[in-house]
């Protein structure tokens, strides 16, 4: 085959793309003509057998070519259909003989039945289903998997001539029906896949990923005690100061942008390990600077590679969890997310008033990031589906010399106006037009930089009104901490009746189910915000009372970030991320603004007034969750990005009662007539009795 002929065929293949439906039809259809074949084998051989009982003569023995010819011919079927399998049952059937040959031979016809049988059983199973439609999607949206990029893909392609193949060899002809070489999970219970690993594997995978961002989180906060000594030396306010913790949050929110695509591109392991790598050297880059600007640059950066665990850790707890555990695995990485934070100040207060000075802080965040580094280069396993069939190609086609053998993850060919639309262009519409993403995202950024404002609210508390030291200073964060906590153990709780009412409803989760909780989340957060302002803002009230707001506080901030992080998962399903990003992006803008002005907020108003401030903005925002609860429904009904689901399997259960209600109806009105028309026989019947009576009366007058 020349060149021409061989670009032809290739524009020819990838012109009628086989797409996921037709290999799924296409596989079970095997299944079925394979199931078909053991039928007939069984039957031709009962005939043979019978026929060589009466007539002494060898049979036609199936598996030989008389036997397949007729049976392939008489199907539809090219001789060599099954060639492999069938010579084998011939030449078992030859070494055995006898009537202990047509027993053994029965029996390997009916094991291969069995497991035919097995296989569409396996392949019709709701969580392999699931699992298929999964990676359809995730392929689908994948930067570079769909129909457009392949298009413009072979646009690109078709300019540019091909090069000849090389000692003067021609082309090879192009693999027929490129789908059959595309490798699958073996079923629902496909070890490989990450949801059937061993909780033992699924914890310390988690446990790797978690300590990343919990190292990160506490990277982004334990500068902040670092702000006055550095303010200090290099001859600037403290607000240029605070820049060096809001320029670490900012790269929180340019960072998803870029490991979100990275993650679907590459799989998660890879990036984490780029992540954690960049993250350490940049932090010790901050500890080793000699000006301010080196300071605030590789501030910039460590906080953009220590997005990465905020963009991945959630799509690595939902690769290993399925609907039912999700919502606890989230959990335990909202903990990381906001304990991180609510952790550093007392380590980088003690840090900073002891000889070890401010360097400190980042030497030890540095530390952590290098711990986490070896962690996941030893234990972190790839969990993303599409990247570990993209493994066991790799090892098929090493051990079976089938160089065709591929993952359709290898398909994906980068196009960075895909990438450009899909990953920033997309984010922003759903947030721009999908009114539940925004409201969500105003409220979740509300209480974001209301975090990372408590850094600056904490410190003019507990430092200038109780004149604490840094480290001590830091200590009454531990009860927003324990009030995280607390919320942790509620979610816990709660979430058993959670997967009674998702397997009730068919695996199908309801995104306002999730509502509740953030409601009084909200309440308690609004609360807590007074209860800190007016008892902290004079000293007169002991210390101890301003620091248990916090257990409102830190109840509040868990639940209404947790719950509202899932209702977003849960309605939006396969654009997630998407809505993710965007939420991401306004809450660390919040996060990177708040700190900015909070010293002229508390120094201007007042510590009691601007709590009190705070705390009315969050009672306003208290009502959205109760709306989500109510109107939710209707919302994503109307939605261009939101499937909703639930709501089309709620609408299809009605129109199954309707129909059984009027089946029951019918069946009711039919039972009234046919009563009806026995009841007027019955009548009838007696009407003629009485007549005959009458007459016979009458002859006997």
């Keep these: 085959m020349n060149n021409e002929d061989y670009r032809l065929a290739l524009e020819e293949a990838d012109a009628s793309p086989s797409r996921f439906e037709r290999y799924e039809e296409a596989y079970l259809q095997q299944q079925r003509e394979e199931a078909a074949i053991v039928e007939d084998h069984i039957r031709a ?6 026929h060589h009982h009466h007539h002494h003569h060898q049979p036609t023995i199936p598996g030989t070519n008389a036997s397949r010819s007729a049976t392939n011919t008489s199907q539809g079927r090219p001789e060599s259909y099954e060639a492999s399998s069938a010579s ?10 006898g009537s202990r040959g047509h027993q053994e031979f029965r029996r390997t016809l009916s094991r291969s039945a069995t497991h035919t049988s097995k296989i569409n059983k396996l392949e019709r199973h709701p969580t392999a289903l699931e699992r298929i ?4 999607t995730q392929h689908y949206s994948t930067v570079g998997g769909d129909e457009a990029a392949a298009t413009r893909t072979r646009s690109s392609r078709q300019s540019k001539p091909l090069p000849n193949f090389g000692a003067g060899k021609s082309y090879p002809p192009i693999l027929p029906a490129s789908e059959d070489y595309v490798v699958e999970f073996d079923g629902a219970d496909d070890p490989l896949h990450a949801q059937n690993w ?4 699924k914890l310390r995978v988690g446990s790797c990923v978690a300590w990343f961002s919990l190292s990160a989180t506490v990277g982004s ?9 550095v303010s200090e030396i290099y001859g600037v306010s403290r607000e240029v100061g605070t820049l060096a913790t809001s320029l670490f949050v900012l790269g929180y929110a340019f960072g998803p942008i870029i490991w979100a695509p990275f993650s679907e591109l590459y799989g998660r392991r890879l990036p984490v390990l780029v992540a954690a790598l960049g993250f350490s050297l940049f932090t010790i880059a901050v500890a080793t600077a000699q000006d301010l600007q080196t300071i605030m640059l590789c501030r910039f950066f460590s906080g953009f590679f220590g ?14 969890f399925g609907n039912e555990a999700r919502g606890l695995a989230i959990a335990v990485f909202s903990a990381t997310v906001f304990m991180g934070p609510l952790f550093a100040p007392f380590m980088g207060g003690f840090i900073v008033q002891s000889y070890l000075g401010w360097r400190w802080t980042m030497y030890i965040s540095s530390f952590m990031g290098f711990s986490s580094l070896i962690l996941c280069l030893l234990l972190l396993e790839e969990t993303y589906p599409p990247m570990i069939l993209v493994g066991k190609a790799s090892e098929l086609r090493r051990r079976t010399k089938n160089w065709g053998i591929h993952a359709k993850q290898e398909e994906v060919e980068l196009d960075l106006r895909e990438l450009l639309e899909k990953n920033v262009s997309r984010p922003f519409r759903i947030l721009f037009t999908e009114p539940i993403v925004l409201a969500v995202s105003l409220y979740m950024s509300f209480i974001y930089g209301i975090l990372y404002l408590m850094l600056t609210g904490y410190a003019e508390i507990f430092q200038g009104v109780y004149h604490m030291n840094p480290g001590v200073g830091g200590l009454p964060y531990f ?7 607390i919320a942790f153990f509620v979610v816990v709780a709660i979430n058993p009746a959670y997967v009674r009412k998702l397997k009730a409803n068919n695996n199908i989760p309801v995104p306002e189910w999730r509502v509740p909780i953030a409601i009084a989340g909200g309440i308690s957060f609004s609360a807590g915000l007074f209860w800190l302002g007016w008892t902290g803002y004079n000293g007169k009230v002991h210390w101890i ?12 901030i868990f639940t209404v970030f947790l719950q509202l992080l899932n209702y977003i998962v849960d309605a939006y399903l396969m654009f997630a991320a998407s809505a993710i990003a965007a939420n991401t992006f306004m809450r660390s803008l919040f996060g990177c603004v708040f700190p900015l002005f909070a010293t002229y907020m508390f120094n201007g108003i007042g510590i009691n007034w601007t709590m009190t401030l705070l705390g009315c903005v969050a009672a306003l925002l208290v009502p959205l969750p109760v709306i989500f609860y109510i109107w939710g429904p209707k919302l994503r009904q109307k939605s261009k990005f939101a499937p909703s689901l639930d709501l089309k399997y709620k609408a299809k259960k009605d129109a199954e009662a309707a129909n059984a209600a009027e089946g029951k109806d019918a069946t009711q009105e039919r039972g009234r007539e046919e009563e009806a028309g026995s009841s007027g026989r019955a009548e009838q019947a007696e009407s003629q009795e009485r007549e005959e009576e009458e007459e016979e009366e009458k002859k006997d007058a």
Excluded: C, W
């Design 45 to 50: 051989h009962d005939a043979a057998r019978h």
């Design 88 to 97: 084998s049952s011939s030449v078992q059937y030859e070494a055995i003989g």
């Design 133 to 136: 439609e999964t990676h359809r």
């Design 545 to 556: 009372v301003p620091t248990l707001s916090g257990l409102l506080t830190g109840f509040g």
């Design 479 to 485: 009860g927003m901490v324990t009030g995280e906590l």
């Design 221 to 229: 906060s334990i500068f902040s005690n670092a702000t006055g000594p």
């Design 198 to 201: 061993s909780l033992k594997k």
């Design 307 to 320: 997005s990465a665990p905020l963009a991945i850790t959630a799509a690595i707890f939902a690769d290993m």
